[in-house]
C-alpha cells in the first residue's frame, strides 16, 4: 500500500515486493528499463508457454537472452517467471495474484497444478544453478527446453 501510495503502479509494486523487501529498492528498480523489459519478456514467455509452445526456445533466444546475457538478469528474469507462474496457479485457487493487469491473459489457460509444481519446482533448480557457475547461456537453454517439453 505503501509503494502505491508512492505512485508506483499496483502490479509493478506486488510484483517487485515478492521479489524484495527494501522500499527504496523496489522503487529504483520499477522505474528501471530492465524491469520493464523482462517483465514484458517474461508476460511473453507464459504466453508462449500457453499458447505457442514450441516458440519458446527460439523467442527466448532471439528476445531474451540476446539483450539480457548476464548472471543477475537471468536471476531476475527468473524471478518473475517464478512470480507468474505462481499467480497461474493463484488463480486457479481463486487467490489474489501479483500480475493483476495479466489477470484476464492469465485466466485464459488452462491449468495443470502438477505440471506448474515442476515448472516452479525447474525455476528454483535453475536460479541455484547460476549462483554455482554453471555455463549460463547453457543452463538456460536447457531450462528452456525443458519447460518446452512439458
Known sequence: ATLIKDGIKEENAKVLSQMY?????????EISER???????????????????????I?????????????????????LLLVLFKDVMYLDYGLDISFVDQ??????????KDE??????????????IKNNANLMLLMDSFVYAIQRR
Open 21 to 29: 523487501d527494501n522500499i527504496d529498492d523496489i522503487k529504483e528498480i
Open 59 to 79: 523467442n527466448c533466444q532471439t528476445h531474451v537472452f540476446k539483450n539480457f546475457n548476464n548472471r543477475e538478469d537471468m536471476q531476475f528474469f527468473l524471478d
Open 103 to 112: 489477470k484476464e491473459l492469465i485466466s485464459k489457460y488452462e491449468v495443470n
Open 116 to 129: 506448474i509444481i515442476e515448472i516452479l519446482e525447474l525455476i528454483l533448480k535453475t536460479k541455484e544453478a
Open 35 to 57: 524491469f520493464m523489459n523482462l517483465k514484458v519478456e517474461a508476460i511473453n514467455f507464459i504466453e508462449d508457454y500457453f499458447t505457442k509452445r514450441e516458440n519458446l526456445l
